[in-house]
């Protein structure tokens, strides 16, 4: 059982900053990789960011240059820091994680955090 808690989200306005963090807990023995994906209102869930076990990271169009993902892997968390943001970056912000446990794959996904960006 893997548990993932976001947080840093909030409302803020255009052009400003913010850092989400997503800390992991439970157990699992090998984590292949984790993200961050979104899902505005009406819209199906996307893919944001993803970073590998190897540090290799890849990120949507609509956000390379502004948003950046890493990991701090002694203190078991996940962030994404996110500047220049804009009103089309509000949605409920997911963390994920893609491991093994007991020789299985398993996804997890966290409760996820608003983020509201005004015009």
């Known amino acids: 059982q893997v548990q993932l808690v976001e947080s840093g989200g909030g409302l803020v306005q255009a052009g400003g900053s913010l850092r989400l963090s997503c800390a992991t807990s439970g157990r699992f023995s090998v984590i292949n990789a984790m993200g961050w994906y979104r899902q505005a209102p009406e819209k199906q869930r996307e893919q944001v960011a993803r970073?590998?076990?190897?540090?290799?990271?890849n990120y949507a169009d609509s956000v390379k240059g502004r948003l950046t993902i890493s990991r701090d892997n002694a203190k078991n968390t996940l962030y994404l820091q996110m500047n220049s943001l804009k009103p089309e970056d509000t949605a409920v912000y997911y963390c994920?994680?893609?491991?093994?446990?007991?020789?299985?794959?398993?996804?997890?996904w966290g409760q996820g955090t608003q983020v509201t960006v005004s015009s």
């Open positions: 970073i590998t076990n190897e540090g290799s990271t």
């Open positions: 994920n994680m893609e491991g093994v446990f007991l020789g299985k794959t398993f996804t997890a």
